[in-house]
């Protein structure tokens, strides 16, 4: 299998989203969001394009205005200013960098480094935004345009990074030894920040072993769609099972039956005395809808029904004996349920968790539904 980190950081968010995108292969939009932060990135590659003399400010700005596109901003008032905070971002980076001052390895470089056994062997493909040569090592950096920085710890354990890290690895495998000076770094150019971090061997291993883990739940087919803040941006809102009921309007496909049971239902769940009879029929009226039109939410003219699957698992008692016994962690534990495995999980081995997952089995399943009012 051939993924991405792009495609691995869509599925841990949201696995039905990379079906639709990866699998499905159903085209949106690009948002101007994607627009902005692929011409920021578009204007720091010319500025380091290594030649006699590096662009000016001047120059840089010329190449911004040139590469920019208003026709995806909603209105001339938001399009003037991401505009401007496009030129914001340039003139920051001049002031707190001189292009002359980097030794430039490469940049935009393209790889693919293969994961896994012979018998099971997947292709990781990606992007390197750049790569400096350094006084005792490297620098591999990647620029984001997010509005949000996140801490230090973020960095120091970013996925992204690891895999750049490994593409790097595979291209100057030597480098291994001098691991220690390897650099990785995400420029926050809205911020006018740089946060960097070291990797070792050992994180590198655990990286591999979160995309084999991935890529194995894609081939199992496991798509559910998880409601995450990203899905305010995602394009796909019309098809999915937790958004599609609020484009009703444009698939005309309900009825005023239906209609009128989701705002009903809205109001007995809210209200001080709830006729219970009544709330059950309204309740599996929605329900039976729900599973008519696959969907997960539906939206009234009062607000949301939303429902959910609760699970609850059960331990093979026998392999959990085996993982935690030679930890001296079995008498922790005495009797196998969730909350004293949990309890423990945070100071296992790694493999020993990923041991535990594996003896993990869905014991029931009840679903239910929420309401949020307007």
Request: glycine share 2%; charged share 30%; aromatic share 10%.
């Given at each position: 299998m051939r993924i991405s980190y792009s495609a691995f950081d869509t599925y841990q968010n949201c696995p039905l989203k990379y079906k639709f995108q990866n699998i499905d292969r159903i085209k949106t939009p690009k948002s101007k969001e994607a627009v902005f932060g692929s011409t920021v990135h578009d204007t720091m590659k010319f500025i380091h394009t290594p030649s006699i003399l590096s662009p000016t400010l001047d120059q840089a700005m010329e190449h911004f205005s040139l590469a920019w596109n208003p026709a995806v901003f909603d209105s001339p008032d938001e399009e003037r200013a991401a505009f401007s905070q496009g030129v914001r971002?340039?003139?920051?980076?001049?002031?707190?960098?001189?292009?002359?001052n980097f030794n430039i390895v490469d940049l935009e470089s393209r790889f693919q480094i293969e994961i896994g056994n012979k018998e099971n062997q997947h292709v990781i493909s990606g992007i390197i935004d750049r790569i400096d040569k350094t006084e005792d090592g490297y620098e591999i950096i990647d620029y984001k345009t997010t509005?949000?920085?996140?801490?230090?710890?973020?960095?120091?354990?970013?996925?992204?990074?690891?895999?750049?890290?490994?593409?790097?690895?595979?291209?100057?495998?030597?480098?291994?030894d001098n691991i220690g000076n390897l650099k990785v770094s995400l420029y926050y150019l809205k911020h006018g920040v740089k946060l960097s971090a070291t990797r070792t061997v050992e994180q590198l291993k655990k990286s591999e072993q979160l995309f084999l883990e991935a890529i194995q739940l894609i081939e199992q087919g496991k798509f559910e769609a998880n409601m995450?803040?990203?899905?305010?941006?995602?394009?796909?809102?019309?098809?999915?099972?937790?958004?599609?009921?609020?484009?009703?309007?444009?698939?005309?496909?309900?009825?005023?039956?239906?209609?009128a049971a989701i705002d009903e239902y809205i109001e007995l769940k809210s209200a001080i005395?709830?006729?219970?009879?009544?709330?059950?029929?309204?309740?599996?009226?929605?329900?039976?809808?729900?599973?008519?039109e696959g969907v997960e939410r539906v939206f009234g003219s009062q607000g949301i029904i939303a429902r959910s699957v609760r699970k609850t698992y059960k331990y093979d008692e026998k392999k959990i004996r085996e993982i935690l016994e030679p930890l001296d962690k079995w008498e922790s534990v005495l009797k196998v349920d969730g909350i004293a495995l949990k309890q423990i999980m945070e100071i296992l081995p790694y493999n020993a968790k990923i041991e535990i997952e594996k003896a993990k089995a869905v014991d029931k399943e009840s679903k239910s539904i929420a309401v949020k009012k307007k």
């Open positions: 971002i340039i003139q920051d980076y001049y002031q707190k960098n001189n292009p002359a509005k949000k920085m996140p801490s230090q710890d973020k960095v120091d354990s970013d996925m992204q990074l690891s895999v750049y890290l490994q593409a790097f690895l595979s291209r100057y495998p030597k480098e291994i995450n803040p990203l899905c305010d941006w995602c394009g796909y809102q019309n098809i999915c099972p937790m958004w599609k009921h609020k484009f009703k309007e444009t698939r005309k496909i309900d009825t005023e039956e239906v209609n005395s709830i006729t219970k009879d009544r709330l059950g029929e309204i309740q599996e009226k929605v329900l039976q809808y729900m599973d008519q």
